[in-house]
Each structure stands twice: as structure tokens, then as C-alpha cells.
């Protein structure tokens, strides 16, 4: 949908650099999802923020990766020192109430460690 | 572990005949389902959602869910050459709480002219 806005839409990156992906969710969505999908697999949930929290993040995985969803601005995903096991899509989704599963997906933001 | 799993495919049909794509989940206390739509190279499209048992129509596409079986299926009628797509499906938590989905692999189809 191309309410939730995700930045870059590609993005390159060497082996032990940092990657930065952005998401503003819809006007009027407070709750924001990341997804990760390798190539050739399904998507997987990472995290789940509101502002200024982090609901669940079962999916992260336990070093490396983090995210926050400030006051002001997009939901960001970090990830430092990148390896080529990281090299996928990211996704976010947003929405209106929370348990409300009927999130919108923005375009993606498809990662490459070089 | 949540599992949903789905045929891989490739499913394809002729234009105009329904295509059948099936969904099958391990957590019995999942409570919503979803189809989403995911062509090449871009992000995943809601096509329906279903909460209860039996059948839900939207347009060509019917949505069936057996929460006894743990199975839920999309048909797709008088299928069409854009309807060439990976299709997702997708379960939430138990208790929908927390807005989590879980996804299978999902099913690409293809329709030919």
C-alpha cells in the first residue's frame, strides 16, 4: 500500500557496515511491524513497535539487529556490522489498533552485503 | 514453533478456470487468516481475510476456513493472466493480541492465455 513509505528501496552495503531502514507508517497508524524475507522463503516476523515502544521482539535476532519507533519520525531498523546473511527484503507494515492484523505492507527495502 | 505450510508450486492454470490454493496451519488456536497476493519484486497485497468457519466471497476470490481440519484455501475463479502472483498465507497468535502474523512459503501461480 503505498500509504507506508519505506526508505531506501535498495540498498548495497559492504560486509561489516551498518544498514539503516526507514518506515513511516500510514497517516493514523500507531503500530508498526518488520518482516524479513529471504529469498526463496516466506516472510518472517522481527518486531513489533508502537511509539516509543517495543511490543515484541521474538523475531530479532539477538545481536546485531535492533529497532525503535520514536515520538517523532519513522520507525527505523538497525543492523551493524552486516554480513551476506543478512542480504534480503525488509519489510514493514503498519496499523490502525493494535491486534488489528489488518496491516499494510509498504514497498520494501531490499538489503545487499557485498 | 508456528507452522504453516503451503505447496510451493508452481500451480498453473488455463485463463478462465479457478485456481485452488491450499493453506494448512499447526497452531490450533490461531484465530484470524489471511491471503495475501506478492508478485515479483514487490511487497504483499491483502486480498481477504477470514475469521470464522465456512466460506467468505469477495468478487472472483472465495476464502474457505476449517479450524477442525486447520485448513484454510483461496479459490480463485475465472482466473486471469494477472492473477500470476505468489500467494501468502498467513495466521495471527493466539488471542490476536499482538497483531503477529505467521506466513508460509506461499504458492506461485501461473495463468496462462
Redesign the interface.
Known amino acids: 500500500n503505498a500509504g507506508v513509505m519505506q526508505n531506501p528501496r535498495h540498498l548495497v552495503r559492504r560486509r561489516g557496515q551498518e544498514a539503516r531502514l526507514r518506515c513511516s507508517p500510514m497517516k493514523g497508524h500507531s503500530h508498526v511491524y518488520w518482516y524479513r524475507q529471504l529469498p526463496e522463503e516466506g516472510l518472517k516476523f522481527m518486531v513489533y513497535l508502537q511509539k516509543e515502544n517495543i511490543i515484541d521482539e521474538s523475531g530479532m535476532p539477538k545481536e546485531r539487529f535492533s529497532a525503535e519507533f520514536p515520538k517523532e519520525g519513522p520507525s527505523i531498523l538497525r543492523i551493524q556490522q552486516v554480513v551476506r546473511g543478512d542480504s534480503a527484503a525488509y519489510f514493514c507494515a503498519s496499523s490502525q489498533v493494535q491486534g488489528n492484523t489488518e496491516a499494510f505492507f509498504g514497498q520494501g527495502t531490499r538489503l545487499t552485503v557485498v | 514453533q508456528k507452522e504453516?505450510e503451503q505447496n510451493s508450486g508452481p500451480l498453473s492454470v488455463p485463463e478462465g478456470a479457478i485456481a485452488s490454493l491450499n493453506c494448512t496451519y499447526s497452531d490450533r488456536g490461531s484465530q484470524?487468516f489471511?491471503w495475501y497476493r506478492q508478485y515479483s519484486g514487490?511487497?504483499?497485497?491483502?486480498i481477504m481475510?477470514i475469521y470464522s468457519n465456512g466460506d467468505k466471497e469477495d468478487g472472483r476470490f472465495t476464502a474457505q476456513l476449517n479450524k477442525a481440519s486447520q485448513y484454510v484455501s483461496l479459490l480463485i475463479r475465472d482466473s486471469q493472466p494477472s492473477d500470476s502472483a505468489t500467494y501468502?498465507c498467513?495466521v495471527?497468535d493466539r488471542g490476536?493480541?499482538?497483531?503477529?502474523?505467521?506466513?508460509?512459503?506461499?504458492t506461485q501461480l501461473t495463468v496462462w492465455p
Not at chain 2, 514487490?42 to 491483502?46: G, I
Open positions: 504453516v484470524s489471511f514487490k511487497s504483499p497485497e491483502l481475510f501468502l498467513a495471527t490476536s493480541t499482538l497483531g503477529r502474523l505467521y506466513f508460509g512459503r506461499g
